[in-house]
C-alpha cells in the first residue's frame, strides 16, 4: 500500500524560510505526478505547487509565485518545497499528493493543479508564519 509522509513544517517568523518534504513508500515504482496543497482554517484546500513526474514542468499558485520552489529527487520518490519570505498568510496544514503516472504519455510532462486528479494523500504538516 502506497502512503505518503510530509515533514518539515513548524512555526517561523514572517520573512523566513522552511522546507517541507514528502517520502513515498510501499510504491511499485518511482513515476509520478506530485504537488502541494494547503488548507488554511476556514478556506478551501487549494494548490499551492505542482510537478510533472518528468521534473521538468511546473505550476505555482499566483499567491506563492517567486517565494516557493517545488522540486523532486525521483529516485528518492521525494519532494520537496522550499519556503522563502514567507507570510502570514501562508498559515496552513500542507498536503503531499501523488498520482502515477506512466513515462511513455503525455501525462508525464503535466503539472496537475486539480486536487481531484490525485490518488494518495499524506496527513499533513502544519506551517504557522508569525507576524
Known amino acids: 500500500q502506497v502512503q505518503v509522509v510530509e515533514s518539515g513544517g513548524g512555526l517561523v517568523q514572517a520573512g523566513g524560510s522552511l522546507r517541507l518534504s514528502c517520502t513515498i513508500s510501499?510504491?511499485?515504482?518511482?513515476?509520478?505526478?506530485m504537488g502541494w496543497f494547503r488548507r488554511a482554517p476556514e478556506k478551501e484546500r487549494e494548490v499551492v505547487a505542482a510537478?510533472?513526474?518528468?521534473?521538468?514542468?511546473?505550476y505555482y499558485a499566483d499567491s506563492v509565485k517567486g517565494r516557493f520552489t517545488i522540486s523532486r529527487d525521483s529516485a528518492k520518490s521525494t519532494l520537496y518545497l522550499q519556503m522563502n519570505s514567507v507570510k502570514p498568510e501562508d498559515t496552513a496544514v500542507y498536503y503531499c499528493?501523488?498520482?502515477?503516472?506512466?513515462?511513455?504519455?503525455?501525462?508525464?510532462?503535466?503539472?496537475?493543479?486539480?486536487?481531484?486528479?490525485?490518488?494518495?494523500w499524506g496527513q499533513g504538516t502544519q506551517v504557522t508564519v508569525s507576524s
Open positions: 499528493a501523488a498520482r502515477p503516472v506512466s513515462p511513455l504519455g503525455s501525462g508525464w510532462y503535466t503539472a496537475r493543479s486539480d486536487s481531484s486528479e490525485y490518488d494518495y
Open positions: 510501499g510504491r511499485t515504482s518511482n513515476n509520478y505526478n
Open positions: 510537478i510533472s513526474g518528468s521534473g521538468r514542468t511546473t
